[in-house]
């Protein structure tokens, strides 16, 4: 009798020319590569991230500091950065993609690296955290959806300076 694992048996309904019985693969017969081949990180572009990270948080550390924010109060410093960061991101992804000469370095440097040290979700979702423990829901909705409108805004707003620049030929 056929068992999936057994050795020298044929499956069911497995005719093939060959006397000499074979075993299943599991995948029904199709060949699975187990080598997976992981490429090579870029060194220079890992060092772009890391110096436009270092950058963006180092700025935004340097606010928060400087500015803290008790938890029934907005939260201007966070706001603020993410807004910055959701314009620069937009500014950058749109007037590198479109505009400039392609670079390898410079996406990671500005996109990655500044605007995502700069801008902060996971402290905007503590202050949201805060903000609900300190009894101050409406507080926390205005906070986190003028985020998001405010956030997207931006965006849309620096791919449209972008657009809008005269580029010369």
Known sequence: ???????????????????????????????????TVMPTPDRREL????????????????????????????????????????FLLGYFA???????????YRRPLLGTGLCGGLTTFSTMQVELLKMIDARHVGLALGYAAASVVGGYAAIHLATAMVRRVRVRA
């Open 94 to 104: 749109t007037r590198l993609q479109e505009r400039l000469p392609l670079s390898s």
């Open 1 to 35: 009798m056929w068992s999936p694992g057994a050795v020298g048996t044929t499956a069911p309904g497995d005719h093939h020319n060959s006397s000499r019985p074979r075993r299943r693969e599991p995948g029904h017969g199709r060949r699975v590569e187990s080598a």
């Open 47 to 86: 060092a772009a991230v890391f110096a436009g990270g270092a950058v963006g948080a180092l700025c935004r550390a340097l606010l928060a500091e400087a500015y803290p924010a008790a938890a029934t109060s907005w939260p201007w410093v966070t706001f603020t950065v993410n807004l910055v960061g959701a």
